[in-house]
């Protein structure tokens, strides 16, 4: 009975560990103090955004696995519960994965968000920002945010972020930053 249950614990420990494997010498994550890597990505209406169009704003970029799972909904609930204090903070919050501009329609449609989330299946700016990572088999997106000033820099950056807290994390910096 010992040797089915150890069988069993040793695959998860291997399972929850490729979910996060990042593939370093493939990429770099761009530094605090850095200039954000510019893009321009199809967002959930269709419409092309770009970075460069929310000069003068706070940007916050967050990079999340997929749309309609648990984690990721809750990190998207948390964003949109805030959106009033992040537009008094004259911040714009921009949420990107791998998932195409037509699920992530149907996200934002399912879980009343009204923020834009970009669609990258390319992974061109998940792998600018070194946020590309996988799970079992597929690419995903790694949970990583990037707080970028009105002037265009990386000012804060987190990764293997904690869902519950995080929208407060960010208000929080932004308001710190400000001083």
């Given amino acids: 009975m010992r040797k089915p249950l150890l069988f069993i614990l040793a695959v998860a420990v291997v399972a929850a560990a490729a979910i996060t494997t990042v593939h370093a010498a493939d990429q770099t994550m761009p530094s605090v103090g850095q200039v954000a890597p510019t893009f321009t990505l199809p967002s959930q209406d269709g ?3 770009s970075l460069d169009s929310f000069r003068g704003k706070w940007v916050v970029l967050y990079f999340y696995p997929k749309d309609m799972t648990p984690g ?3 990190e998207a609930h948390n964003f949109q519960r805030d959106q009033a ?3 008094a903070a004259n911040a714009v919050i921009l ?3 791998l998932d195409t501009p037509d699920s992530h329609k149907q996200f934002c449609t399912k879980e009343g968000l009204t923020f834009r989330l970009l669609a990258d299946p390319e992974h061109k700016v998940v792998d ?3 946020s590309l990572g996988s799970f079992a088999t597929f690419k995903i997106a790694n949970r990583n945010t990037f707080l970028i000033d009105p002037q265009g820099k990386i000012v804060k ?3 293997k972020v904690d869902v519950s807290h995080h929208s407060e994390e960010v208000l929080a910096a932004i308001a710190e930053l400000e001083k």
């Fill in 47 to 49: 419409s092309q955004i």
């Fill in 72 to 74: 990721c909904t809750i």
């Fill in 85 to 87: 204090k992040f537009d």
């Fill in 95 to 97: 949420g990107v994965s």
């Fill in 128 to 130: 600018a920002y070194g």
């Fill in 157 to 159: 950056e987190w990764t």
